[in-house]
């Protein structure tokens, strides 16, 4: 079975930084494209990042360009997200989702707030 | 930044009735390769999204065939044949034909 599990979420002020994790399991992580995607409170989805297999293609949103870095680990099943310069306008539950996105987290929450 | 445009923005229905979403972009989602990366998601309150269909009308695992998807080009439709309770939610298009790949503002279909 196929699960995704993000960790990491939490409260920090306006310019602190977060890094997210995600889990995989029940699937071959080295082979699948992996993403980020986001859902402010209330608001719809915003696809916040992706990462090819072997972690030499990555592409953002310009909204968190040069902020945030996605990254993986594929010996360990692991996908990241550092998020530096956090703005009050980047809280949202924070999604992993496998490829394009057949299988989804259930997310972790990001508030930015003093 | 491709712009899709979901109507209606809420949808009342009743049980066993069909429903139908529309899903317009601001330019075309035929990718090079031949492609188009029209996809549609479902998000029942309280949970995370689940990805419905994939390029314009293929289901996914488990879906439903009571859920259809159709269209080309700019204009995509997904259908509902008979609406059940468990279809409470709101529904997004999504396409990942240009990058950055966006969402539809979602349509909130409601019994």
């Known amino acids: 079975e196929v699960q995704l599990v993000e960790s990491g979420g939490g409260v920090v002020q306006p310019g602190g930084s977060l890094r997210l994790a995600c889990a995989a399991s029940?699937?071959?992580?080295?082979?699948?494209?992996m993403s980020w995607v986001r859902q402010a409170p209330g608001k719809g989805l915003m696809w916040v990042s992706l990462?090819?297999?072997?972690?030499?293609?990555?592409k953002y949103a310009d909204s968190v360009k040069g902020r945030f870095t996605i990254s993986r680990d594929n010996a360990k099943n692991m996908l990241f997200l550092q998020m530096n310069s956090l703005r009050a306008e980047d809280t949202a539950v924070y999604y992993c989702?496998?490829?394009?996105?057949?299988?989804w987290g259930q997310g972790t929450l990001v508030t930015v707030s003093s | 930044e491709v712009v899709l445009t979901q109507s209606p923005v809420s949808l009342p229905v009743t049980l066993g009735q069909p429903a139908s979403i529309s899903c317009r972009s601001s330019?075309?989602?035929?990718?090079?390769?031949?492609?188009?990366?029209l996809l549609w998601f479902q998000q029942r309150p309280g949970q995370s999204p689940r990805r419905l269909i994939y390029?314009?009308?293929n289901r996914d695992s488990g879906v439903p065939d009571r859920f259809s998807g159709s269209g080309s080009g700019t204009d995509f439709t997904l259908k509902i044949s008979r609406v059940e309770a468990e279809d409470v939610g709101v529904y997004y298009c999504?396409?990942?034909?240009?990058?950055?790949?966006?969402f539809g503002q979602g349509t909130r279909l409601e019994i």
């Open positions: 989702g496998r490829g394009g996105i057949d299988y």
């Open positions: 390029k314009i009308s």
């Open positions: 990462i090819n297999t072997d972690g030499s293609v990555t």
């Open positions: 029940g699937f071959t992580f080295s082979s699948n494209w």
């Open positions: 330019q075309s989602l035929v990718s090079s390769d031949g492609s188009t990366y």
């Open positions: 999504m396409q990942g034909t240009h990058w950055p790949f966006t």
